[in-house]
């Protein structure tokens, strides 16, 4: 490391400057070492701060009523009147998103399948992966206003279908990415074998390769659920919330990313509670779901 | 054997038509993602015709936002500002605290921490936007207001000159500043997952001969890791900036929502994706604010259409594959 062992000699003053440098050039390294221990720190203290902060203002209406109840007004002011749950958002969120992995799964394994399989280094698959990657990141509200277009006003109101359709579409790119990804790491010589012994593309792809690389689209379905089920803005625009429990599709859906919304910024300290509650109950299951989602694929590799 | 063979033949042109409709089904999944995309454009473009009609190129110039009937005014620009700036001060907050856990991950950090926080900081992303923004609302915004306005920000409002870009007289914490905080807390993920992964590319022989010349773990990634893996880096900004620029919810909460230009990084004001959000539940079908709305998404997906393409484009060529 240092200037020990030397072909030349040096006269004294060189020698020290060799060692000023060497010095500062230590120095330098000891500060960016510091710096990016110190990133790293703070980007671990935010998601500690956030999970602190919701379990401390969460844990209080982490109760029963939380999940049996629906919303109620506030009790400010009167303390007899019934505390609020979250029953209607809960059942809202778990309608709205399995309907939305529901439509958009099926359409993104096989837009993955097509990217895989059949489109690799043609002009239209590069032009579909480019805009699923796109689609990937585009900002989710715009994904509303589109729905909206598209089934709220010719429709006439707001619904759960349109929340379902909004979220479908975030679902596909998700499923589009990792599809295609897990497809790509099967050896061609698995699909060479199938097709080999006479079985046509479409039953090599169904029966084998989707069977292994079943673990990867499993993880890409989980991640899109914990996707949609965290997002407000476009429901905001398609199934608009609701404060009661609703079964009807055609009508106004609540979920629990727009309850927290609208309780949030209610101003009564009882609401604010119960949204924390919603937050708290939201953010576990997504990051459960996302802890799930990568053991499933860690025990595979 | 005839029977058999006109089996085998059957079954064979069986396969056939199953591979046929397969692959068109494929395809035709393949074009409806296209489809979206065209379809998003369009009917945002339609939605926003009418105010793009009524008050033409100076929609985008305008900051009046006036839904008060019969002087209905409507402008894109203190959206549009807000939406930019707001991103870019974020980009700069997030940038070197990825970049610092990108290299930590990938150089500094022993073996067995990389993966446990490696993990911790995906997780980060994870976290739905209204989280970000409650939390921004209740925890990160009166710090900012305490701690940085109303001590650091003070001071730095008497230099001259550049004092005005910390002078506000809005004291409610919502602000353009606290706005950018939240973003880049959101987007420092992304950023750092683009990075260390693309890192993590470069040869090993590189990174091995200049240590072994005697070089500092900063000047590898200085001198060979950072020269190597330049346009990819720059990708993963771009897709940051992409994220930032539509940050809808949690930006919301935090930004304070004024329909007035932000002179300072304290004062508040507003974003296009935060505008939608916030007006567009309660404004008439077919009105004129609600077609402005449009037009401001129109605005704002062509904006992010540019800077996630550029992203894509930058990072796919040198990672392809």
């Given at each position: 490391?240092s200037?020990?062992?030397?072909?030349?000699?040096r006269?004294?003053?060189e020698?020290?400057?060799?060692?000023?440098?060497?010095?500062?050039?230590?120095?330098?390294?000891?500060?960016?070492?510091?710096?990016?221990i110190?990133?790293?720190l703070v980007?671990?203290?935010?998601?500690?701060?956030?999970?602190?902060?919701?379990?401390?203002?969460?844990?209080p209406?982490?109760?029963?009523?939380?999940?049996?109840?629906?919303?109620?007004?506030t009790?400010?002011?009167?303390?007899?009147?019934p505390?609020?749950?979250?029953?209607?958002?809960?059942?809202?969120?778990?309608?709205?998103?399995?309907?939305?992995?529901?439509?958009?799964?099926?359409?993104?394994?096989?837009v993955?399948t097509?990217?895989s399989e059949?489109?690799?280094?043609?002009?239209?698959?590069?032009a579909?992966?480019f805009?699923?990657d796109?689609?990937?990141?585009?900002?989710?509200v715009?994904?509303?206003?589109?729905?909206?277009?598209?089934?709220?006003?010719p429709?006439?109101g707001?619904?759960?279908?349109?929340?379902?359709?909004?979220?479908?579409?975030?679902?596909?790119?998700?499923?589009v990415?990792?599809?295609?990804d897990?497809?790509?790491?099967?050896?061609?010589?698995?699909?060479?074998?199938?097709?080999?012994?006479?079985?046509?593309?479409?039953?090599?792809?169904?029966?084998?390769?989707y069977?292994?690389?079943?673990?990867?689209?499993?993880?890409?379905?989980?991640?899109?659920?914990?996707r949609?089920?965290?997002?407000?803005?476009?429901?905001?625009?398609t199934?608009?919330?609701?404060?009661?429990?609703?079964?009807n599709?055609?009508?106004?859906?609540?979920?629990?990313?727009?309850?927290?919304?609208?309780?949030a910024n209610?101003?009564?300290?009882?609401?604010?509670?119960?949204?924390?509650?919603?937050?708290?109950?939201?953010t576990?299951?997504?990051?459960?779901?996302?802890?799930?989602?990568?053991?499933?694929l860690?025990?595979r590799? | 054997?005839?029977?058999?063979?006109?089996d085998?033949?059957?079954?064979?042109?069986?396969?056939?038509?199953?591979?046929?409709?397969f692959?068109?089904l494929?395809?035709?999944?393949?074009l409806?993602?296209?489809?979206?995309?065209?379809?998003?454009?369009?009917t945002?473009?339609?939605?926003?015709?009418?105010a793009?009609?009524?008050?033409?190129?100076g929609?985008?110039?305008?900051?009046?936002?006036?839904?008060?009937?019969?002087?209905?005014?409507?402008g894109?620009?203190?959206?549009?500002?807000?939406?930019?700036f707001?991103?870019?001060?974020?980009i700069?907050?997030?940038?070197p605290?990825?970049?610092?856990?990108?290299?930590?991950?990938?150089?500094?950090?022993?073996?067995?921490?990389?993966?446990?926080?490696?993990?911790?900081?995906?997780l980060?992303?994870?976290v739905?936007?209204?989280?970000?923004?409650?939390?921004?609302?209740?925890v990160?915004?009166p710090?900012?207001?305490?701690?940085?306005q109303?001590t650091?920000?003070?001071e730095?409002?008497?230099?001259?000159?550049?004092?005005?870009?910390?002078?506000?007289?809005n004291?409610?914490?919502?602000?353009?500043f606290?706005?950018?905080l939240?973003?880049?807390?959101?987007?420092?993920?992304?950023?750092?997952?683009?990075?260390?992964?693309?890192?993590?590319?470069v040869?090993?022989?590189y990174?091995?001969?200049a240590?072994?010349?005697?070089?500092?773990?900063?000047?590898?990634?200085?001198?060979v890791?950072?020269?190597?893996?330049?346009?990819?880096?720059?990708?993963g900004?771009?897709?940051?900036?992409?994220r930032?620029?539509?940050?809808?919810?949690?930006?919301?909460?935090?930004?304070?929502?004024?329909?007035?230009?932000?002179g300072?990084?304290?004062?508040?004001?507003?974003?296009?994706?935060?505008?939608?959000?916030?007006e567009?539940?309660?404004?008439?079908?077919?009105?004129?604010?609600?077609?402005?709305?449009f037009?401001?998404?129109?605005?704002?997906?062509?904006?992010?259409?540019?800077?996630?393409?550029v992203?894509?484009?930058?990072l796919?060529?040198?990672?392809?594959?």
């Amino acid at each position: 490391m240092s200037t020990t062992t030397m072909t030349f000699t040096r006269t004294p003053a060189e020698e020290a400057t060799a060692r000023a440098m060497s010095r500062r050039r230590r120095v330098m390294d000891q500060i960016i070492r510091l710096f990016c221990i110190g990133a790293t720190l703070v980007g671990l203290f935010f998601l500690a701060s956030i999970l602190f902060t919701l379990l401390v203002k969460g844990l209080p209406r982490l109760d029963l009523i939380t999940f049996t109840r629906e919303f109620q007004p506030t009790t400010y002011g009167d303390d007899t009147a019934p505390l609020g749950g979250l029953l209607h958002a809960i059942l809202g969120t778990l309608v709205q998103s399995g309907m939305g992995v529901l439509i958009g799964v099926p359409i993104g394994i096989l837009v993955g399948t097509y990217l895989s399989e059949y489109a690799k280094g043609t002009a239209l698959g590069n032009a579909v992966r480019f805009v699923s990657d796109v689609l990937l990141s585009a900002p989710s509200v715009l994904v509303g206003l589109f729905v909206y277009q598209l089934v709220v006003l010719p429709t006439g109101g707001f619904s759960a279908i349109a929340g379902s359709i909004a979220l479908a579409i975030l679902v596909i790119p998700v499923v589009v990415r990792t599809t295609e990804d897990m497809l790509q790491l099967l050896p061609n010589t698995l699909r060479e074998a199938v097709i080999g012994l006479g079985a046509p593309k479409w039953k090599m792809i169904t029966l084998v390769a989707y069977r292994a690389a079943l673990s990867g689209i499993v993880t890409g379905v989980l991640l899109a659920f914990a996707r949609i089920a965290g997002e407000t803005a476009p429901l905001l625009l398609t199934s608009f919330g609701n404060n009661v429990v609703s079964w009807n599709l055609g009508n106004a859906m609540g979920s629990l990313p727009i309850a927290i919304y609208q309780q949030a910024n209610s101003g009564f300290p009882d609401l604010i509670a119960v949204a924390w509650t919603g937050a708290l109950i939201v953010t576990l299951g997504v990051l459960a779901i996302n802890i799930t989602a990568r053991l499933f694929l860690a025990r595979r590799k | 054997m005839s029977a058999t063979t006109s089996d085998t033949v059957s079954r064979r042109s069986a396969g056939a038509t199953g591979d046929l409709v397969f692959a068109w089904l494929c395809k035709g999944a393949g074009l409806l993602v296209l489809l979206l995309l065209g379809g998003i454009i369009i009917t945002l473009f339609l939605g926003g015709l009418p105010a793009f009609r009524e008050f033409g190129l100076g929609f985008l110039f305008s900051t009046e936002w006036n839904p008060v009937e019969g002087r209905e005014r409507y402008g894109a620009a203190v959206a549009v500002s807000g939406t930019i700036f707001s991103s870019l001060l974020a980009i700069a907050f997030a940038v070197p605290l990825a970049f610092g856990i990108a290299f930590y991950l990938t150089e500094l950090a022993p073996q067995w921490l990389r993966r446990p926080v490696g993990i911790a900081i995906e997780l980060l992303a994870a976290v739905p936007s209204i989280i970000f923004g409650m939390w921004g609302l209740f925890v990160l915004v009166p710090f900012v207001q305490q701690k940085i306005q109303f001590t650091i920000g003070m001071e730095l409002a008497t230099i001259p000159l550049i004092g005005v870009i910390f002078d506000s007289n809005n004291y409610a914490g919502t602000s353009i500043f606290a706005a950018a905080l939240v973003i880049a807390i959101m987007i420092i993920p992304f950023i750092a997952a683009t990075m260390r992964d693309v890192f993590e590319q470069v040869p090993a022989v590189y990174k091995e001969s200049a240590y072994g010349l005697g070089a500092t773990r900063w000047e590898v990634v200085r001198n060979v890791v950072l020269p190597y893996t330049r346009v990819s880096v720059v990708g993963g900004i771009m897709l940051g900036l992409g994220r930032a620029l539509g940050e809808t919810m949690a930006v919301t909460f935090v930004i304070g929502n004024a329909n007035r230009m932000a002179g300072s990084i304290f004062d508040a004001t507003t974003t296009i994706a935060s505008v939608v959000a916030m007006e567009f539940p309660e404004s008439l079908a077919g009105s004129l604010k609600q077609s402005s709305l449009f037009a401001l998404g129109f605005i704002l997906f062509v904006i992010s259409f540019i800077v996630l393409a550029v992203s894509r484009w930058l990072l796919h060529s040198r990672m392809k594959g």
